[in-house]
């Protein structure tokens, strides 16, 4: 897979992070969709939408939603999956993706929370553990940097 040197005008990213499975870090995933815009085009900006509840997009169904997605995973060029809240959708998109598109997966290290095995153990995947949201701009450079010369 070939990158290209100028990501704002053709780089396209999606960005996975929980929704039905909890938002309590919406937050730190609209901080995260800032940071990759630096690199290219987010096509799931919604994924930071303050007002998105757990409930998800009401005003859309069950099967636009997962269409919609299918072509955004077809349409970019990466996925960065913030992972710590364990997510059904984004572990669903992760698999579908992981043998076609580069994964960046964010774990952030917390007492209490310990990564899934199925992921931790994919050696597929480029895991990245942080401690604090400042820590995800040096994670995303270096991934980013690593993708322009594959």
Do not use: W
Request: contains cysteine; aromatic residues 8%; proline residues 2%.
């Amino acid at each position: 897979m070939v990158f290209i040197n100028n990501y704002n005008d053709q780089m396209k990213i999606y960005f996975a992070g929980s929704i039905r499975g909890g938002r309590d870090d919406k937050e730190l995933y609209l901080e995260i969709i800032r940071l990759l815009q630096q690199y290219g085009e987010v096509l799931t900006e919604h994924i930071g939408n303050n007002v998105l509840s757990a409930q998800g997009e009401a005003q859309h169904s069950d099967e636009f939603i997962f269409a919609r997605d299918i072509n955004f995973l077809e349409e970019c060029d990466m996925v960065v999956a913030e992972v710590t809240t364990p997510n059904l959708g984004v572990g669903y998109e992760i698999g579908r993706m992981e043998s076609r598109k580069p994964i960046l997966c964010l774990f952030r290290e917390q007492q209490d929370k310990k990564l899934s095995a199925m992921l931790a153990g994919n050696e597929s995947l480029e895991i990245k553990k942080y401690r604090n949201p400042t820590d995800i701009e040096e994670i995303l450079k270096n991934f980013m940097n690593q993708q322009k010369t594959k």
